[in-house]
């Protein structure tokens, strides 16, 4: 069984980006229905996964489990974005910074390229910055889809384009949402960790544990 995850900050400390109300509803209305809905049917099925990214793997290869699939990786998707966002303005760090220059010519650059993908990205969905065999890319998916399915792509960073993210704050404004979040908001600790990962072969950012004992297993700290 898996818990809803608990916000790595307090629900106003992404002001005036994300308010306290937009954190609420998101974490403890959307994301806990998410986590909900893969407990029920991970509970109908009578399984006992051992972790999220075996639920999405596994749910991802089988057409009659897309209803398992989208819940899960729209869980995975939510507790990596909050892992995404700090309170405090950061910069990235040495080594992840030369790969930005080398992808996009600099900060500047990849905001433009990130806030253009979100920005025209059609529907609901999540803007990336990935990492792919040391070459770092912005991209796009399309509803729950995630990268835990993409094999040699890893996250960074991700920003939530679905309306409900940024609606109650920003309106219709989704560029100036993304603008404001790239300036104020990312988690650069977590994309120069991850970023680290993939160049040394570490291990990547991993979704908390099942919290159920009949899982065997216990919760996972956020990094
Ligand atoms: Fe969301």
């Known amino acids: 069984m898996f818990s809803l995850p608990q916000l790595p900050y307090d629900h106003a400390a992404l002001e005036p980006v994300l308010s306290r109300t937009t954190l609420h509803t998101h974490h403890e209305k959307h994301q806990k229905t998410y986590v909900d ?11 006992r996964p051992a972790s999220l ?16 699939f989208n819940n899960a990786a729209q869980v995975w998707n939510h507790t990596f974005f909050w892992n995404s966002m700090s309170p405090n303005r950061q910069a990235p760090g040495e080594s992840l910074s030369g790969a930005i220059d080398r992808a996009f010519g600099g900060l500047a650059g990849l ?8 920005a025209a ?6 803007v990336w910055l990935a990492c792919e065999s040391g070459a770092l890319k912005v991209l796009s998916t399309h509803d729950a889809e995630d990268l835990v399915t993409h094999q040699g792509l890893a996250p960074l960073l991700v920003c939530d ?5 940024y609606y109650l704050d920003h309106k219709n404004d989704r560029k100036g949402f993304l603008s404001a979040w790239f300036d104020a908001l990312p988690n650069w600790s977590l994309a120069d960790s991850q970023h680290a990962a993939v160049i040394g072969g570490g291990e990547l950012w991993k979704h908390p544990l099942p919290t159920s004992a009949e899982a065997g297993t216990a919760s996972a700290s956020i990094r």
């Open 37 to 47: 809905n893969v407990n029920g049917l991970l509970a109908e099925a009578g399984r």
């Open 53 to 68: 990214e075996e639920v999405i793997i596994q749910a991802a290869g089988d057409p009659s489990s897309r209803k398992l």
């Open 111 to 118: 905001k433009d390229a990130f806030v253009a993908e979100g």
């Open 121 to 126: 990205h059609f529907g609901s969905g999540w």
């Open 161 to 165: 384009v679905w309306e409900h993210a």
